[in-house]
């Protein structure tokens, strides 16, 4: 959905390691007083976000197709009830699974509809409701966003992931917005990662500040944390 590298802007104190050389306290958190560790797990990141995103983008459009209306599917299974319910979903970026069809199957269960804006760098997105015909205009990185409206909390908070693990740990394209996002609200929407099964790892190194989702969701069905 976003794009904004944070990885970028930090020091690396060693090389980059790659999964089999990483030492095994990378399986939980790392220290939070090792920055040594922390920036390896940030190069890490960088590289594996590369290597995710050139391979969803590889998908054809056929199967890309029929993957997101299976994540469709699943989706109007897993949340249930619509009515009266504020469902953030986000405008596809970078082959990631469209669910632009799905807005029909919202509005039809008496649903409403957000999507996400940043506002800056480095702090929380804001939702703001949309419907279909209302006002667009290019956000960040030209990604479509409402044009007015207020900020809201979702009740439901669709996330697109670049990578996910067991955990239902999501990584990111590196902005650490949905996290800080996630973390600012009063009350905690439902929250799903959507994406293509072959985005699983084995691990995205959680850190700190990364946050659950509640369950994945892939055209192989939905995933909750082991």
């Not at 390691?17 to 990378?26: A, K, S």
Request: proline share 8%; net charge negative; aromatic share 10%.
């Amino acid at each position: 959905m976003t794009v904004d590298d944070e990885d970028e802007q930090a020091s690396f104190a060693s090389p980059p390691c790659f999964m089999h050389e990483i030492d095994p306290v990378y399986m939980g958190l790392a220290p939070a007083n090792d920055p040594r560790a922390a920036a390896d797990v940030l190069r890490w990141r960088k590289a594996e976000r590369a290597r995710l995103i050139a391979d969803r983008i590889s998908i054809n459009v056929v199967d890309r197709r029929l993957h997101s209306k299976k994540i469709m599917d699943c989706l109007t299974e897993a949340i249930g009830n619509m009515t009266g319910l504020t469902i953030s979903i986000y405008w596809p970026f970078r082959g990631e699974p469209d669910l632009r069809n799905w807005v029909e199957t919202v509005t039809a269960s008496n649903g409403h509809l957000a999507l996400p804006v940043v506002i800056k760098r480095a702090a929380p997105l804001i939702f703001r409701h949309w419907k279909p015909g209302d006002l667009l205009e290019p956000g960040i990185w030209n990604i479509p966003v409402p044009v007015n409206g207020d900020a809201i909390i979702p009740d439901v908070v669709i996330a697109p992931v670049v990578g996910f693990d067991s955990g239902n740990y999501r990584l990111g394209y590196g902005g650490g917005f949905f996290d800080r996002t996630l973390a600012s609200f009063d009350r905690k929407p439902r929250v799903f990662g959507v994406g293509f099964s072959q985005q699983e790892i084995p691990t995205i190194y959680p850190q700190s500040h990364d946050i659950a989702m509640d369950a994945i969701i892939t055209e192989q069905g939905l995933y909750k944390p082991a």
